[in-house]
């Protein structure tokens, strides 16, 4: 268990790897990254990193999702870019492979991240594993940190997710909070509870000794 002093060098590391760089963080649709790594992301933006929350595509209600997800973006400090856009609604099923991966390459290619992050293999939603696979392959692009989060869903599932990383996002805690709640039309009508995304902070935080954590996966990291 670190002292503070020890706690304050690792957060000051993170904040010092990315500060001045690009963090590219897809999500297969909106909210999937503010329920999975809001806390990691707003303290990276708040760090000086350049965060660039990617939506591959809204599955319905256009103008509402993008709403809700403009100002979850907003909220979390960071940039919004919505990938298959054209004000309407697709769903990433209908993509053919190459199709997802073009587009993929398409935002590397223009942001150069130092960092990506993305859905994982243990998914339940299979959107957001052909998500992950296209990331995977932009990795031919460039040489940047890749990470996979947490499974990202509205009704919890039994699926297995094992973090070998964690950040501490006692400081963001309730910044990703909100970012979860400005997305009104998934957590307002159906009543979902919030409370689980605040359960599993605190348990990622209590198995690194701080408040509340986010866990990652760690596909690539380039310890030069
Ligand atoms: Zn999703």
Redesign the pocket.
């Known amino acids: 268990m670190g002292t503070e002093a020890e706690q304050a060098v690792i957060a000051q590391a993170l904040a010092s790897r990315y500060a001045g760089r690009t963090v590219l963080a897809v ?3 909106p909210d ?1 990254l503010e329920l999975a790594v809001g806390g990691t992301l707003a303290r990276l933006s708040r760090g000086g990193a350049r965060v660039v929350m990617a939506i591959v595509s809204v599955p319905a209600d256009y103008a509402l999702r993008r709403a809700e997800a403009e100002e979850a973006a907003a909220i979390l400090g960071c940039e919004l870019r919505i990938l298959v856009d054209g004000g309407t609604t697709r769903r990433i099923e209908d993509m053919r492979t190459y199709e997802l991966v073009k587009v993929l390459d398409a935002v590397v290619r223009e942001l150069q991240p130092a960092a990506l992050m993305t859905h994982g293999t243990a998914e339940f ?1 299979h ?2 594993i052909l998500v992950h696979d296209a990331a995977v392959a932009t990795q031919r692009l460039r040489f940047f940190d890749f990470f996979s989060y947490h499974p ?1 869903f509205c009704r919890l599932v039994p699926v297995q997710f094992h973090p070998r990383a964690y950040v501490d996002i006692s400081d963001t805690i309730e910044i990703k909070m909100r970012a979860i709640a400005a997305h009104k039309s998934q957590f307002g009508n159906r009543s979902i509870p919030l409370d689980i995304y605040r359960d599993m902070a605190r348990l990622n935080g209590r198995l690194i000794g701080v408040d509340y954590a986010e866990g990652l996966d760690v596909g690539r990291m380039l310890l030069a």
């Open positions: 999500g297969a649709h999937d939603h959107d957001h990202s």
